[in-house]
């Protein structure tokens, strides 16, 4: 650049003025002084410089093919202080020997940051990590990882959201007496810390009696919270437990035991092992599983309940799935053994209930009869399964399972297949943020997949973990938004193992291993 | 009458058309003269012919190449080698007019400065076409007069 130099003559620049041909001197003073004297600069008199300069124009100081360089689109018109800010945009990576860049860098040293705090490098960037913490949810009330607090030992339940906040629950292991305090719960306003006991916020523990083989749901209804558990096969009675009118859990002081129905035969095992909030009113499911029934019992208040209505035999395995709630009915899958998937459906508002099925069988591959994972989405439900010799995942139509004209349902018409990648056995698909994932993997570690309806897998890496997961198979999981729980257990001797997944909330930083000591790599994510 | 180094056209009127009509009617009626002929065949105004064409696309680059120097970067589409036998397509045309609007869209322009014609084709928008262009052209002159340059002023100062 170069600077404008005057001669210094008085006339390298002219002036053109408006004030009219018989303006006089006065009238041109006044105005001066007003600060009201019109002119425009009217260009440079050459004679009059010794050099013209730079003109700090638009060509000078920020020209479209400038701004184009700098990755603006032809409409946005940066400044050429928005240039300066886009030389480095979010997502672009610097090595330097300074230790900091400022605030809006970050280093690339693989640490896992909340997504929230880098929403406009997830923009550009996505590198999502999954958090596994053990529950004992679904399985064994001894099983899961121990953890101390106030001297007492726990295990961790579930973690469930409830309107902008979620709540941990533990249950307390073995050993301790009738009335002593067996339940505790914490607070947090979001997922950054698998830390629970450290830091989330205590919110209290609480005695709710015997628990045996531990709770199987926890929910919120009418302003009241609710434990359901599997009973103590002592007692003749099913129940819930129903905390105080809490606004928040914070409000929460005690739980009170409320009886849904006395069973009539001593050696009845009922277990009530889920929940179904539908149209102001909580239907609870119950089954028996070594004498072949199931009931669905409904409550409008969590005090009074109606008879237990029958769906005779649908839930009579341990080894049924978890149900699936979809409108008005309840429903469940299973192999025939004779080459069919059979989907068994209820209507949870008819007056007998029983249950009806429909089914498909025009899978290439056996696969489905070793289902080994579900979840729902959209009005269909998502079904994987693998054998030595195949390999797949349905999509199924929840309506034309409940609707059905037949009880046949057609391929590419109620249901779809869809192409999982040669030699990707899949273990077990979630959803959670409205992507499906897909999970591999065996003893050592797991390996993720984020997929589409249309065929496409991408490998998004390792579960991040430093839990080794014992399992061979990954069953039945479940999505709760941006929590997902999931069940592996290993096929010989250990327990069943389960766990609770965190996803999406947490990215993962690249991880650019300097070759030099003392030198550094930042990635900016933000403007 | 031709604006200055771009020779644009701005003032045709009705009685130019309405002459270039009564020229046709001769023609169909095997009565033009010769004179009429070669005035048809002419630059006349009411008229638009291949020469307006490549006129006003060369005017279009011209001006195009000034906004280039003031640092902005627009294309301009349209051909300018148009040939008494070539027949314009709808296609084209709207290449044209979009080029006219590109033009007059980059810089801020006028309150008397026409719109980009739309819509059926008459003398009154050809005329608007080749405002439109000179108003552009001297607004960038008027632009370029009021450049500061490096070292004449201080930051915040103007």
Same mark, same amino acid.
């Given at each position: 650049m170069k600077d404008f130099t005057p001669k210094g003559t008085g006339d390298s620049r002219y002036l053109k003025s408006a004030i009219p041909a018989n303006t006089t001197w006065e009238d041109m003073r006044t105005l001066l002084r007003n600060g009201t004297f019109p002119f425009d600069f009217n260009g440079i008199n050459p004679d009059g410089v010794v050099e013209q300069g730079t003109a700090l124009n638009k060509a000078n100081l920020l020209s479209d093919d400038a701004a184009t360089d700098l990755w603006f689109e032809s409409t946005e018109d940066p400044t050429p202080t928005e240039a300066f800010q886009n030389i480095y945009r979010v997502g672009d990576i610097k090595t330097t020997t300074r230790k900091t860049l400022g605030d809006k860098w970050l280093l690339c040293n693989g640490q896992v940051v909340l997504s929230d705090e880098i929403s406009e490098l997830k923009e550009v960037y996505e590198n999502d990590t999954i958090f596994i913490k053990p529950t004992t949810r679904g399985g064994d009330f001894n099983s899961g990882n121990t953890e101390e607090y106030n001297g007492k030992k726990w295990t961790l339940f579930s973690i469930e959201k409830f309107d902008t906040y979620y709540v941990a629950l533990y249950e #307390?292991?073995?050993?301790?007496?009738? %009335?002593?305090?067996?339940i505790m719960l914490f607070k947090s306003d979001n997922l950054k810390s698998t830390d629970i006991l450290n830091d989330?916020?205590?919110?209290?523990?609480?005695?709710? %009696? &015997?628990?045996?083989?531990s709770i199987t749901g926890f929910f919120k209804f009418n302003g009241k919270y609710v434990l359901t558990t599997e009973n103590n096969e002592n007692s003749y009675i099913n129940n819930i437990l129903v905390s105080n009118e809490a606004n928040d859990i914070s409000d929460v002081v005690s739980f009170t035991s409320v009886t849904m129905f006395r069973r009539t035969n001593a050696t009845d095992e009922f277990l009530c092992f889920s929940h179904y909030v539908y149209n102001n009113s909580v239907y609870f499911l119950v089954k028996n599983p070594g004498y072949s029934s199931a009931y669905l019992v409904k409550t409008e208040d969590l005090a009074s309940f109606a008879e237990p209505k029958s769906i005779d035999t649908m839930f009579s395995s341990y080894y049924n799935p978890y149900p699936i709630f979809y409108n008005k009915y309840v429903i469940?899958?299973?192999?025939? %053994?004779?080459?069919?998937? #059979?989907?068994?459906? *209820?209507?949870?508002? *008819?007056?007998? =209930?029983?249950?009806?099925? &429909?089914? $498909?069988?025009? =899978?290439?591959? !056996?696969y489905m009869n070793h289902i080994k994972s579900s979840f729902t989405h959209g009005g269909y439900i998502y079904l994987c399964g693998f054998d030595d010799t195949s390999r797949g995942i349905i999509k199924v139509s929840l309506d034309s399972i409940v609707n059905h004209s037949s009880n046949k349902l057609t391929l590419n018409v109620d249901y779809w297949v869809i192409e999982t990648p040669e030699n990707l056995a899949i273990r077990g698909i979630f959803l959670t943020n409205g992507k499906k994932y897909a999970l591999l993997g065996n003893k050592a570690a797991y390996h993720i997949y984020?997929? &589409?309806?249309?065929?496409?897998?991408?490998? $998004? %890496?390792?579960?991040?973990?430093?839990?080794?997961?014992?399992?061979?198979?990954?069953?039945?999981?479940?999505?709760?938004?941006?929590?997902?729980? *999931?069940?592996?257990?290993?096929?010989?001797?250990d327990p069943y193992l389960n766990y609770i997944l965190f996803y999406g909330e947490f990215s993962i930083l690249p991880n650019i291993t300097a070759t030099d000591v003392g030198v550094n790599t930042f990635i900016k994510y933000k403007k | 009458m031709r604006g200055g180094i771009l020779e644009l056209i701005t003032d045709r009127t009705q009685s130019d058309v309405d002459r270039i009509l009564e020229i046709i009617s001769k023609y169909n009626s095997g009565e033009i003269t010769e004179e009429e002929a070669a005035e048809y065949l002419s630059d006349s105004k009411g008229t638009y012919k291949f020469t307006d064409f490549n006129r006003v696309v060369s005017a279009l680059n011209y001006i195009n190449d000034r906004l #280039?120097? !003031?640092g902005y970067n627009r294309t301009i589409k349209?051909?300018?080698?148009?040939?008494?036998?070539?027949y314009i397509t709808p296609e084209e045309f709207n290449t044209y007019l979009s080029d006219v609007e590109t033009? #007059?869209? &980059?810089? *801020?322009?006028?309150?008397? /400065?026409?719109? /980009?014609? /739309?819509?059926?084709?008459?003398?009154?928008?050809?005329?608007? =076409?080749e405002k439109i262009l000179l108003d552009v052209d001297f607004l960038i002159t008027k632009t370029m007069n009021n450049w500061i340059y490096s070292g004449e002023v201080a930051s915040g100062e103007v």
């Open positions: #307390r292991q073995y050993m301790y007496n009738y %009335g002593e305090e067996n989330w916020e205590y919110i209290g523990s609480f005695g709710v %009696g &015997t628990i045996y083989r469940t899958y299973s192999y025939d %053994g004779e080459g069919s998937l #059979r989907f068994y459906y *209820a209507d949870i508002e *008819a007056e007998e =209930i029983g249950y009806k099925y &429909t089914y $498909l069988d025009d =899978i290439l591959g !056996s984020q997929w &589409t309806d249309n065929g496409n897998f991408k490998y $998004l %890496g390792y579960l991040k973990s430093t839990f080794i997961p014992g399992g061979y198979q990954f069953f039945s999981s479940s999505e709760r938004g941006e929590l997902v729980y *999931a069940y592996a257990f290993n096929s010989s001797d | #280039r120097e !003031s349209s051909k300018s080698n148009w040939k008494m036998s070539d033009i #007059r869209s &980059t810089l *801020a322009v006028l309150s008397s /400065t026409p719109q /980009t014609p /739309t819509g059926n084709f008459d003398f009154e928008k050809a005329n608007d =076409i």
